[in-house]
């Protein structure tokens, strides 16, 4: 059982580069010289038969860390070349060049031949795009055959966001992050240029991190076992909740029955379904334990709305008469919901503040209109996004993708530290509507229900992506691995 890793944003990773300086005795530079070490210690770990190492640097500090790490692989018999961008900008960068340049290391004019290529380009220091040189290297560095070690971040990668601002940005094979970890590497375009991430702390103590403020956590699938507790001996399905999903409109029965599957595999007490009529044989044929209601009138869903403990709003609903209707009767009910697919798109053109006990899971797209923003404005800065859904609707808030964040109105926000490409398909977000009504059926509150269910929505997604390939992965795998990660081993 492992406890969710602190992210932090450039500001705090600047003032702790700051601290490790003033606790160095002032000395910046030997903060410099163990980032350079740690660089190269990286490279003896996961490249140690590399001869020819080429160090892209930059004129700032970044640039600085690959010069010295290119005096170390020198100094180690390697034939180490570094490739300038500009000349160094700053008084360490001038220090660990000329100390580089001393030591009889060669300066190249281009990548040629490597083994492995280093990007020390830019590090923290870039929120925008790269200038036309710098795009022209970055493209050459990822066309070239060597495996690729970025230093702190892939050059053209925003630490802050996890965005690209630009077209150009490095694809290291592994990055090798300096003194804490930098929450824009957990989400977005940063996953596809990241590669294996890995901490050097640079020997910064504890007390460094003093009045520093985390900015988000990581939670990976370890971290499951602690929110799924094993359930009392005399445990009952009364105590375990009842869900309602409503959903289904003509054509898309097949949303809402995974809706409800998945509430069940999650654990949910009892699981009732409103949909069409003519889903429901299907619907009762796949799931026997499901209630299923044909409404065709929402003067018949009030007893259904009274029973229920949550509802779940959404799954193949369809933005008709009959949707409207049915979403105006759940966001007049006092009950704990989840909005998700066309109950998004009608929220958004009927906008209304939500419930602290409510929770919305908008893919970017359903997050751009509910913000009336473009698509991209999101992926720009899928924290900002979040915190911006969270405060205009009062909701917990999963924003779904690449890196999936919740954002609650109350706690930092979350990073979703698992999921794979192949969970790009219709009907996976109908899964984690149920799982997490389920779970907050249950009673977990609503934090944790939507960070417990997008963790074990995602877990699952890698586990059934290990048996065959992420490729044809369909939102039916999962409901077997949901259930196993959701129930930890009785001894």
Not at 80 to 87: D, N
Not at 228 to 251: A, E, T, Y
Not at 379 to 384: C, V, Y
Request: glycine share 10%; net charge neutral; hydrophobic share 50%.
């Amino acid at each position: 059982m492992h406890s969710p890793l602190p992210l932090f944003d450039t500001d705090a990773l600047r003032a702790l580069e700051a601290r490790g300086a003033t606790l160095s005795d002032g000395d910046a530079f030997a903060l410099m010289a163990r980032a350079g070490r740690a660089g190269w210690r990286c490279v003896l770990k996961h490249w140690p038969r590399a001869q020819r190492i080429v160090v892209a640097c930059g004129p700032g500090n970044n640039g600085g860390d690959g010069c010295v790490l290119a005096k170390h692989a020198r100094e180690s018999g390697r034939d180490a070349r570094v490739l300038r961008i500009g000349s160094p900008a700053t008084p360490l960068a001038l220090r660990a060049c000329e100390e580089f340049a001393a030591a009889g290391g060669t300066f190249a004019e281009a990548l040629g031949e490597a083994d492995l290529i280093v990007d020390a380009l830019f590090g923290i220091g870039l929120s925008r795009a790269p200038d036309a040189a710098a795009a022209a290297l970055i493209e050459a560095i990822n066309a070239h055959p060597a495996p690729v070690l970025a230093l702190d971040v892939p050059s053209g990668i925003d630490a802050r966001s996890g965005a690209a601002p630009g077209a150009a940005a490095i694809r290291a094979d592994r990055t090798l992050q300096f003194v804490a970890r930098h929450r824009g590497l957990r989400t977005g375009a940063a996953l596809d240029h990241a590669g294996e991430l890995e901490l050097a702390t640079l020997d910064l103590p504890v007390s460094a991190f003093d009045g520093i403020e985390t900015a988000a956590f990581a939670w990976r699938a370890d971290a499951l076992p602690a929110f799924f507790p094993l359930r009392p001996r005399d445990s009952h399905k009364g105590r375990n909740g009842h869900v309602l999903c409503i959903g289904g409109d003509h054509g898309s029965g097949g949303a809402a029955m995974l809706a409800t599957e998945a509430a069940l595999r999650c654990g949910a007490g009892l699981a009732s379904v409103v949909t069409r009529a003519a889903h429901v044989p299907g619907l009762l044929s796949r799931i026997p334990e499901a209630m299923a209601h044909a409404i065709e009138d929402v003067a018949q869903l009030a007893w259904l709305l009274e029973r229920a403990d949550v509802i779940a709003l959404g799954p193949g609903l369809g933005q008709q008469a009959w949707a409207r209707a049915l979403c105006g009767a759940v966001l007049a009910c006092d009950k704990p919901r989840v909005f998700d697919a066309d109950a998004l798109n009608l929220l958004a053109q009927i906008p209304q503040r939500l419930a602290a006990r409510d929770v919305i899971t908008p893919h970017p797209g359903e997050a751009a209109r509910l913000l009336g923003i473009e698509t991209q404005d999101v992926q720009r800065d899928r924290f900002a996004a979040a915190a911006a859904l969270c405060e205009r609707y009062g909701a917990s808030v999963v924003l779904k993708g690449a890196g999936s964040i919740v954002a609650t109105p109350e706690g930092l926000p979350a990073v979703i530290c698992a999921g794979n490409p192949g969970m790009a398909v219709g009907g996976m977000g109908d899964l984690l509507t149920g799982c997490i009504a389920a779970l907050l059926a249950q009673g977990f509150a609503a934090r944790d229900a939507a960070i417990a269910g997008a963790l074990l929505h995602a877990a699952a997604g890698d586990a059934a992506a290990r048996m065959d390939g992420e490729r044809g992965l369909l939102p039916s795998d999962l409901l077997p691995w949901m259930r196993r990660l959701a129930n930890p081993v009785r001894r």
